[in-house]
C-alpha cells in the first residue's frame, strides 16, 4: 500500500536495511563484582551505616574538644587581682577593725 | 531480537533455584550465574534504546542492580524475561530522561547526508538512497526531540516492528495508553520532517 506518510517511509527504510548488532553473549570481565559491590553497598545495614559515620566523626570530635578545652581552662597565671585583693583588704578591715 | 520472549518461561525455571538462594541468604555465586544467564538478554533490550552519553555497561549494571533488587517481588506471574525487560526498559527511560535534551530540530542540526536522506524521504525515494547510515542517523536525531515514553514506543513499533501486544508485554505498560502515545508521536514526527523540509 502508497502511503504518504514520511515518517512511515524513513522508519521503514530503516529497519529494512539496518540491523542493531547481536547483543554480547558473555559478560565482560569485572561486570559482575562490580554489581555485587554496588549491592554489597547498598544492603549494609542502617546500624553499620552510623556507625561508620560516627567512626569517622572520631577525630573531628576530638579536635573539636581540643580546641573548646583549650579556650575554657583556668589560666593559673590570671590569679586574684590587685584591685580585688584591696577590696578584700578594706572589706576585713571595715569587718574587723583593729 | 523477539527470541527471547518465547525463550522466558524455561530461562525462569533453571535459574529458580538460583534467585530463591540469592533472596534466602544473599548467595554470591547463585547471582553471578544469574548475571551470566541473563547478560545477553539485558543486553538485547539495552543495546539500540542507549542514550546518546552513556555506556551500554553503566546502563546494564543499573538494570542488574534493580533486578536484584526487587527480586523478592517477583511473583513468576510474567516470565521472567518479560519482568527483565521492563526494568531495562525503565532504566532506559530513567537514562534518557536524566539526559533530558530535547532540543527542537533545525535544518543546520543535519550533516549533509541526513540532508540528503530527509529529502530523499519527503521525495518517496528513501528506500532507494544508498546511504543507510545516514537514514538510521536521521531516525535518531528525530527520535532524541520526543518524551522518553514516547520514543520507547515508536523504537519498539516502528523500528523493530513489534506488536502492540509485544510492547505490553515488554514494557508493562497499558494498550491504550500505548496506541495513544504511538499515534502523538508519529504525529509529531510526520511534522517534524515535513517542518525541516519547509525551512531548508
Known amino acids: ?98 | 531480537m523477539h527470541g527471547e520472549e518465547a525463550k522466558a518461561p524455561e530461562v525462569a525455571a533453571d535459574l529458580t533455584a538460583d534467585m530463591a538462594a540469592w533472596q534466602r541468604h544473599g548467595d554470591e555465586p547463585a547471582a553471578r550465574r544469574l548475571m551470566a544467564a541473563l547478560y545477553p538478554s539485558v543486553m538485547s533490550i539495552i543495546r539500540g534504546r542507549l542514550p546518546r552519553r552513556v555506556a551500554e555497561e553503566d546502563l546494564a549494571q543499573e538494570v542488574f542492580v534493580r533486578f536484584f533488587e526487587k527480586l523478592g517481588s517477583y511473583d513468576g506471574r510474567a516470565p521472567l524475561a518479560h519482568w527483565l525487560s521492563r526494568i531495562a526498559v525503565n532504566v532506559c527511560i530513567d537514562a534518557l530522561r536524566a539526559e533530558a535534551r530535547r532540543p527542537e530540530l533545525r535544518w543546520a542540526d543535519l550533516s549533509e547526508a541526513e540532508a540528503d536522506a530527509l529529502n530523499a524521504t519527503v521525495a518517496g525515494t528513501i528506500a532507494e538512497a544508498p546511504d543507510v547510515a545516514a537514514a538510521g542517523e536521521l531516525t535518531t536525531k528525530l527520535l532524541d526531540a520526543l518524551d522518553e515514553k514516547d520514543r520507547m514506543i515508536v523504537q519498539m513499533m516502528d523500528l523493530e516492528g513489534r506488536t502492540v501486544r509485544e510492547v505490553q508485554e515488554l514494557t508493562g505498560w497499558g494498550e491504550s495508553g500505548i496506541k495513544i502515545r504511538a499515534f502523538r508521536a508519529r504525529r509529531k514526527l510526520r511534522k517534524t520532517i515535513l517542518a525541516l523540509e519547509k525551512k531548508r
Open chain 1, 1 to 98: 500500500m502508497k502511503t504518504n506518510d514520511p515518517w512511515k517511509k524513513l522508519s521503514d527504510a530503516t529497519r529494512r536495511r539496518s540491523r542493531t548488532p547481536e547483543p554480547p553473549t558473555e559478560m565482560p570481565w569485572g561486570f559482575d563484582n562490580a554489581v555485587l559491590a554496588r549491592l554489597r553497598d547498598m544492603r549494609s545495614s542502617p546500624a553499620e551505616l552510623w556507625l561508620r559515620l560516627a567512626w569517622r566523626m572520631v577525630p573531628a570530635g576530638a579536635a573539636v574538644f581540643l580546641v573548646c578545652w583549650i579556650a575554657v581552662r583556668p589560666n593559673p597565671a590570671i590569679g586574684v587581682t590587685s584591685d580585688s585583693k584591696e577590696l578584700a583588704e578594706l572589706l576585713i578591715q571595715e569587718v574587723f577593725p583593729q
